[in-house]
């Protein structure tokens, strides 16, 4: 997968100018696709544990994108967080929620939701399979997104897009609203 890619994945979720959070960002590839998305004016919170890779994640925004507000958070995200007041537009959480426990994914969810506006929008991107293995331990498929949803508060899930991915067979983009 590529910069496209990822991009297209979010496309049907995100709008220009917005205010978003990418979970579990990493270096920032679905980061880097939020900002493209979002351009001038478009802020986004970059959460990961990994002080470095939000580093390189703020470098590579900064060089691609620079008049995307970004922010690199550092923290846990199954524990609970306040972002930007609760008011949110959307939140990415791409190739994260898997490494949460399958007991414990609705109430992440539900922890990170909260922090939308009413209304605002939950992405998902995620390997399409239940059964996971030793580096993806607990995916969860496009048709089991639905009742996670679900089970997290969120109204009118739906899927968004699909690509082929070597691991897993693929991976899909979904999203679901904060009522």
């Given at each position: 997968m590529d910069h496209r890619d990822?991009?297209?994945?979010?496309?049907?979720?995100?709008?220009?100018?917005?205010?978003?959070?990418?979970?579990?960002a990493g270096e920032g590839a679905f980061t880097l696709a939020l900002a493209d998305l979002l351009g001038p004016g478009g802020?986004?919170?970059?959460?990961?544990r990994d002080r470095?890779?939000?580093?390189?994640?703020?470098?590579a925004v900064q060089a691609r994108f620079p008049t995307v507000a970004l922010t690199g958070v550092v923290a846990d995200f199954t524990?609970?967080?306040l972002l930007d007041d609760g008011e949110l537009?959307?939140?990415?959480?791409?190739?994260?929620?898997?490494?949460?426990?399958?007991a414990a994914q609705a109430d992440v969810?539900?922890?990170l939701a909260s922090n939308l506006r009413?209304?605002?929008?939950?992405?998902?991107?995620?390997?399409?399979?239940?059964r996971g293995n030793p580096w993806v331990p607990h995916?969860?498929?496009?048709r089991s997104w639905p009742r996670l949803a679900a089970d997290a508060g969120l109204v009118d899930p739906r899927p968004m897009g699909r690509a082929p991915s070597r691991f897993l067979g693929a991976i899909y983009s979904a999203v679901g609203r904060r009522p």
């Open positions: 990822h991009v297209e994945l979010l496309r049907a979720a995100v709008e220009p100018g917005g205010s978003w959070a990418d979970i579990g802020r986004i919170l970059a959460i990961d470095g890779a939000l580093e390189r994640n703020e470098e524990r609970p967080l537009d959307g939140l990415v959480a791409a190739n994260s929620l898997h490494y949460v426990p399958r969810i539900r922890s009413p209304g605002g929008r939950f992405v998902v991107v995620e390997y399409d399979a239940d995916p969860f498929s496009a």
